[in-house]
C-alpha cells in the first residue's frame, strides 16, 4: 500500500544534501525543457555546477558519480547543448509503431 501524501499541506521538504540537489537539478532541468529560452544560459550553468557538485558527493555510488560527471559535460556546453533559436526546436515525428 502507498502512503498518500497531502502535497498541498506541506509546502517545505526536508531531503538528504544529495536528494535535495538532485531535486533542484531535474527541476531546472525542467525549466530548461519546459521553455525558458532566455534563461537557458545561466540554468545550463546552474545544472553544470549542481551535476559536478553531485559527481563528487560521497552519499552517492562511484558509478552514480561517473554518469553524473559524464552527464555535467554535456551541460557545459553554452545553452546546455540547447539550440540558439525557436526554429530549431521543431519536433521530429517519431515512428507509427513501436516495436
Known amino acids: ?8 499541506k506541506h509546502e517545505e ?12 537539478t531535474l527541476a531546472l532541468m525542467t525549466g530548461c525543457a519546459q521553455g525558458a ?4 544560459g ?4 546552474k545544472i553544470a555546477s549542481n551535476l559536478a557538485q553531485l ?7 562511484s558509478e552514480m558519480r561517473r554518469m553524473l560527471a ?4 554535456r551541460w557545459q556546453t553554452p ?3 540547447w539550440p ?12 507509427g509503431t513501436v516495436q
Do not use: F, K, N
Open 42 to 45: 545561466v540554468m545550463s550553468a
Open 55 to 61: 559527481s563528487e558527493h560521497a552519499a552517492l555510488s
Open 79 to 81: 545553452g546546455g547543448g
Open 1 to 8: 500500500m502507498t502512503p498518500t501524501i497531502d502535497l498541498e
Open 37 to 40: 529560452y532566455e534563461h537557458r
Open 70 to 73: 559524464r552527464l555535467q559535460t
Open 84 to 95: 540558439a533559436s525557436d526554429a530549431a526546436l521543431a519536433w521530429v515525428p517519431g515512428p
Open 13 to 24: 521538504y526536508t531531503l538528504p544534501t544529495a536528494e535535495a540537489l538532485l531535486a533542484g
